[in-house]
């Protein structure tokens, strides 16, 4: 399989923040990623399945992070110095063994092998659910793993490559900060280690092969070079000079990744997991200024190992890699927490993911996360519980963090150990008689703010301390140059109105004058800040879908399902008149429903020679009161052919229309529609007062990257503006690398555009479908039809247009099948769109045979007729290269159709035979009953519980109060045992809890 990425490939967080960009430079971005998610150990799988592992159970992790911010999953592929893929270059763990020092390392062994001996990688398991959840897959590799240190407890983790070599371990020389960090005073490997000697030759060639292989031989997208799991390279007192050997390891694996890359069509992202710090990274031999200088990494995580660092020095990081294209990813590491708690709360992460994204992260990497959740080798839970799936769906963008309570603190040093005493953190510090000390700590609130538009509900200052009181009460403490009044009494000092700030503060302490037993020990520093609760989600009246999570605080059971709309395959218009003789309708067409009247603009071309312009092209019109049976009115509006009896309503080498009604234009203008005109390629803006009648409007330039598509535009009311989708050719300066993608933009006044960004692209599980002989992808999205769909609150649904080719084929130049889709994309703002369906068609090609057997391609916008929703569509049994379905007999098929969906019906959330249930986020809502957009099976039904915004049940609104609802309709109403009304609760924060069995509930609304 072989995926094609070029660095245009954006995460939605990227996209956001060039949204300004409107020339070549957009397209050199490096890629982003919001969250990256490294699973270091098994408890998630391995450990946590007793053999023989399933898929569904190997990809248990992965499975779990669906819907999150997790743009990447990160497998660690070693144990100890094994290795868990079929490998030629490694060693299986556990090959023949039959007893081993822990149940968890049988576990891993018999699951690993099991798979292999079925045929089955663990490797390409884990790749190909990442992929069919849109995230990018990279194994990990541990560069040393010490846990096969433990001589006592786990000799079985040394591989006969390195016992046949007992020279390429660093053995009894191990470094100071080795026995520091990992003594074990009074064993047998005190001071004594088995991790790699990296300053030989034979080591590191030995780990490049194991990086090659899996680079050669797996759909991978990206490789984690873990320096950090085992941070020991070289002997004592040899790092400085194993330093360019290092460097000179990780570029040589650059360029081979480079390589393979080229090879498969597509960059291989590499990124480096190093100690926190400059210094620290330097003592252990690794030359980190030089790996970003020289751009030997695409990523750098400067991570604290062990336990959770808010103070690792991102900032510096930030610094060094200006004007480089190495991105620096804020690391979060283990969750678990020194001091403080004993493993991180959910404020904790926050906190130190806002601190490093205020310092310039671009990203932020968890590691081991998976290991220490509620879910963690324990297969009978959910992997995350709520509070953790919380975690994951906002640290992964500054934004969703704001608002959000934090704890931060300043961090521990692991062992204790002072800065005096070599100690790797700020804490615990020691204060002497007239000594002056200074702490500092990152905060990415702006509490002024908070405190201003009163969403603060309270901000302390916490310093907890040991020793003297009577040193204590002689301290002179100050934050930020403001000296802070300590009160008398025992540890802590809190300080309810320090004057925090957002990004750095200083903390600064003066020891006492008194230098009799007056040493004091600083202990613990720690900042928290909460916000008032959240304001509930103020519903009003309006109707609300379940396109996503928006509505779905916690669920169990329960998963939203797209669902595409029937069809018949019968054809409504087709060109069947003498002037449309030898034509065949195209896609760029359009429709409306006015005045109990459906109005079809198509797009009509008819050949007239072998050139690109060497074709008669119009727009033409046809008018239907039932929706079905269509008439093309004889306009006399443009002669063709001598005669103006014809519906032709635009004339020329048009690239068809998508006509609209402009809420803000004169009479005159009511009507527009846009398309790139011919020959002169200019992108004009049409009018008119009825839709039959057309002239120039202006012409437009929305900026460089092309509109040679159908192009959308419609005013938006929640920005109040309008906001255009078109083409934006990607690297299109470079035939080999160019492709298609659908951006957007603004405009007050239809004249002049800003603030561009592309909102549909391929992405890593788009590139995993097909291999390709080209440098692009397989597919391009070739346009898209968005709308904001009027019948609910804060919908936007895109139907985006996905241009299939990736194999080379006798007939044409092109690539086949050049065949095209609709897939389904929904949004809460119009700008941010997210896939549904699991990338499944919601458009599928039709049979071949049929009119719609290649092209299928959706009509702006869907008409509602009835409480369904009809979409017109385009269908041709020709490709985009112009080659015919095999079966059509030489005859050239095209036509338009319609599709059929349930009003409100694009997703639903469903419930199977054993139920379940999903519980809203706190809302407030005004009417007197509630409705539902559902339907059950026959043995299906729903309860609905109201409960207050603690999740207490309201009475009279229980479940035990609730009567069930079956049935199937559009505005289904809810009742209790006292009734429909629920205007007692009107204005009143609340949650609604469904209870559902074997049904499909697709929207709920309050009705006044």
């Not at 040589?252 to 480096?272: Q, S, W």
């Not at 005109?677 to 929305?702: C, E, M």
């Not at 895109?798 to 949004?827: C, N």
Request: proline share 5%; aromatic share 10%; charged share 25%.
């Amino acid at each position: 399989m072989q995926l094609i990425r070029t660095s245009l490939y954006l995460t939605v967080a990227a996209l956001v923040a060039s949204c300004m960009l409107v020339d070549d430079a957009y397209a050199e971005q490096q890629q982003q990623y919001r969250l990256l998610l490294n699973s270091d150990g098994g408890s998630g799988a391995l450990y946590a399945h007793e053999p023989p592992i399933t898929e569904e159970q190997l990809c248990r992790v992965i499975d779990a992070l669906e819907g999150t911010q997790v743009d990447v999953f990160i497998q660690s592929v070693s144990f100890g110095s094994y290795v868990a893929y079929d490998t030629k270059v490694g060693e299986l763990y556990g090959k023949g063994q039959t007893e081993f020092e822990d149940p968890n390392f049988r576990r891993w062994a018999d699951n690993v092998n099991g798979l292999l001996d079925l045929g089955k990688d663990p490797l390409d398991i884990w790749a190909r659910r990442a992929h069919e959840l849109g995230m990018e897959f990279w194994p990990a590799l541990r560069m040393n793993d010490i846990h096969k240190d433990w001589t006592e407890r786990w000799p079985s983790l040394r591989t006969k490559w390195e016992l046949d070599r007992p020279h390429v371990k660093i053995g009894a020389e191990s470094t100071d900060y080795y026995r520091r960090r990992w003594a074990r005073k009074g064993q047998a490997s005190d001071g004594f280690t088995w991790a790699f000697d990296y300053s030989l030759q034979e080591v590191r060639d030995h780990k490049f092969a194991l990086i090659e292989e899996l680079c050669l031989n797996h759909d991978i997208d990206g490789f984690e070079l873990d320096f950090l799991s085992s941070p020991i390279y070289f002997k004592r007192n040899e790092e400085k000079k194993g330093m360019p050997l290092l460097t000179h390891f990780v570029r040589r694996v650059r360029t081979r990744m480079d390589e393979i890359g080229k090879e498969k069509g597509r960059k291989l992202t590499l990124l480096a997991r190093v100690p926190p710090s400059f210094k620290m990274c330097e003592l252990i031999g690794i030359d980190a200024r030089t790996w970003i200088r020289e751009e030997v990494v695409d990523l750098i995580a400067p991570v604290t190992r062990g336990y959770l660092d808010m103070n690792a020095d991102v900032s510096r990081f930030v610094t060094a890699a200006k004007g480089t294209n190495v991105q620096v990813i804020g690391g979060l590491s283990d969750i678990k927490v020194r001091y403080y708690a004993g493993q991180a709360s959910i404020d904790m992460l926050r906190a130190a993911a806002g601190g490093y994204w205020h310092e310039g992260a671009t990203g932020i990497h968890l590691f081991n996360f998976d290991c220490h959740c509620s879910g963690a080798g324990r297969p009978g839970l959910p992997m995350f519980n709520d509070a953790e799936r919380e975690v994951l769906n906002q640290i992964g963008d500054p934004q969703t963090l704001i608002g959000k309570n934090k704890h931060y603190y300043v961090t521990r040093d692991i062992e204790g150990h002072t800065p005096g005493e070599s100690g790797e953190m700020q804490l615990p510090l020691d204060l002497l008689a007239g000594q002056k000390r200074r702490l500092q700590f990152t905060v990415s609130d702006d509490i002024s703010v908070a405190t201003r538009d009163q969403s603060l509900e309270t901000a302390f200052l916490k310093v907890s301390w040991t020793g003297n009181s009577t040193a204590a009460s002689q301290i002179t403490f100050s934050v930020n140059g403001k000296t802070l009044k300590i009160a008398d009494g025992p540890s802590p000092w809190v300080f309810h109105r320090a004057p925090i700030r957002q990004g750095k503060n200083q903390i600064e302490l003066l020891g006492p004058k008194d230098d009799t037993d007056s040493t004091l020990r600083i202990e613990g520093v720690e900042n928290v800040i909460v916000f008032k609760k959240t304001k509930p989600i103020d519903v009003g009246s309006a109707k609300q879908l379940f396109i996503d999570r928006r509505f779905i605080e916690s669920s169990e059971g329960v998963e939203l399902v797209m669902n595409p709309p029937r069809r018949d395959g019968v054809v409504l218009i087709k060109p069947d008149q003498p002037w449309e003789q030898g034509a065949r309708i195209s896609v760029y067409s359009s429709v409306l429903r006015e005045n109990e009247t459906t109005r079809i603009w198509y797009d009509l071309v008819k050949p007239t020679g072998d050139g690109p312009y060497d074709h008669e092209r119009r727009v033409c019109y046809a008018e239907s009161e039932d929706g079905l049976h269509f008439t093309k009115p004889e306009l006399g509006v443009h002669e063709v052919d001598g005669s103006r009896a014809n519906n032709v309503v635009i004339p020329g080498v048009i690239g068809g229309c998508a006509v609209w009604v402009d809420p803000n234009a004169d009479p005159e203008h009511r009507y527009k529609s846009q398309a790139k005109v011919y020959p002169t390629g200019q992108f004009h803006i049409h009018s008119s007062p009825d839709g039959l009648n057309w002239r120039k409007f202006a012409r437009i330039d929305p900026g460089p990257g092309g509109w040679d598509t159908q192009s959308i535009i419609f005013w938006d009311p929640k920005i109040k503006r309008y906001a255009l989708f078109t083409r934006f050719w990607a690297n299109r300066g470079d035939p080999e690398l160019r492709f298609r993608t659908v951006r957007r933009l603004e405009s007050d006044d239809l004249l002049k555009w800003d603030n561009q960004s592309i909102v549909m692209q391929a992405d890593a599980n788009d590139l995993a479908t097909h291999e390709t002989p080209t440098k692009q992808p397989p597919v391009d999205y070739y346009g898209a039809d968005v709308f904001r769909y009027t019948e609910a609150a804060d919908t936007y649904v895109m139907l985006a247009q996905p241009f299939w080719h990736w194999y080379r084929r006798d007939e044409t130049d092109g690539l086949g099948p050049s065949s095209f889709d609709v897939r389904l994309a929904v949004s809460r703002d119009g700008k941010r769109f997210q896939r549904v369906g699991k990338r499944r068609p919601f458009l599928a090609n039709g049979p071949d045979g049929k009119f719609d057997s290649r092209f299928v391609w959706a009509m702006p916008d869907p008409v509602r007729m009835g409480d369904e929703l009809w979409i017109y569509y385009v269908g041709m049994n020709r490709d985009h290269d112009g080659i015919l379905d095999p079966t059509a007999s030489g005859k050239l098929l095209s036509g338009i159709s319609r599709a059929v969906l349930r009003l409100d019906g694009f997703t639903s959330a469903d419930a199977g035979y054993n139920g379940g249930t999903i519980t809203t986020p706190t809302i407030r809502f005004q009417g007197q009953r509630l409705e539902l957009n559902v339907q059950t099976s026959g043995g299906g039904s729903v309860l609905v519980e109201i409960l207050d915004e603690t999740g207490q049940s309201i009475r009279g609104f229980s479940k035990s109060d609730a009567r069930s609802v079956v049935g199937n309709s559009v505005r289904m109403p809810v009742a209790w045992k006292s009734g429909t009304d629920v205007g007692s609760l009107a204005g009143r924060p609340i949650r609604l809890r469904f209870h559902m069995q074997d049904c499909k509930l697709y929207a709920f609304r309050f009705k006044p």
